[in-house]
């Protein structure tokens, strides 16, 4: 029973991989210690930022994403996930590289809205400049109508509540961070978004479901859940 081994790519950043290992944990059928999951983490914090490389204004985080994918390898992980959803542009890059399955969070969260929200018609994604850049939610949710920020409030609201001076990746969970994440989200229900998804592990830490009228949808919520389901990924 819950012998396989779960590795966590992480380290971008730092407080959002050791949330995905809680949301792992939380989401383990346990009643003792010996039930849980041996979980091998790699948070490799100088992986290089996801959103500058992708924007053409950083150098490319591949080389030591599979360094750390290379480290789960090596400890015979059955399976990985990526606690960051913009450096899912570059999964298929890093899989060609290990022989374990990355679980890729688009797909997961793809499945998990089909099947408990079939009717909404339009999501709305808070996430990184660079995840919106990639259109990769676009790419997995084509038969939606997905709705992001103005490029104002992108910048202003969503982007400074996330690298801002006082912004989560400094360490703020809560005040200005979570004003302008419900700011944004604000913006999103006003043109007609119906579920809003939290499209960058580091807002999953400050805006949280009760804040607002609407389902929030965490995907690392769901990849916990589905990396710890009994028949997913089992060894051989």
């Known amino acids: 029973m819950n012998d396989k081994i779960i590795g966590i790519l992480g380290g971008m950043g730092p407080e959002a991989t050791a949330e995905c290992y809680m949301k792992i944990i939380r989401a383990t059928n346990a009643s003792k210690d010996q039930e849980h999951y041996r979980v091998i983490i790699d948070s490799n914090a100088k992986i290089p930022d996801r959103t500058e490389a992708i924007s053409g204004k950083g150098e490319n985080p591949v080389p030591e994403m599979v360094h750390a994918a290379k480290n789960l390898e090596k400890l015979d992980v059955d399976v990985a ?50 995840t919106l850049e990639t259109g990769l939610f676009q790419k997995y949710f084509d038969h939606l109508e997905v709705i992001a920020p103005t490029p104002y409030t992108q910048n202003e609201k969503v982007m400074r509540a996330i690298y801002g001076e006082n912004g989560i990746k400094s360490g703020n969970t809560d005040g200005e961070p979570l004003q302008l994440l419900k700011d944004a989200s604000q913006e ?5 978004a ?30 916990a859940n589905v990396v710890v389901k009994e028949t997913v990924y089992q060894k051989s």
Do not use: R, W
């Open 81 to 130: 996930c990526i606690p960051c959803m913009t450096a899912h542009y570059f999964i298929e890059e890093v899989q060609k590289s290990v022989s374990f399955p990355l679980l890729n969070a688009f797909l997961e969260l793809k499945k998990f809205i089909q099947d408990h929200y079939p009717t909404v018609p339009k999501i709305g994604v808070l996430a990184t400049t660079g």
């Open 188 to 192: 999103l229900l006003d043109n007609g």
């Open 194 to 223: 119906e579920l809003i998804i939290s499209g960058c592990t580091e807002i999953g830490l400050v805006l949280k479901p009760y804040h607002l009228p609407v389902p929030l949808i965490d995907p690392m919520e769901v990849v």
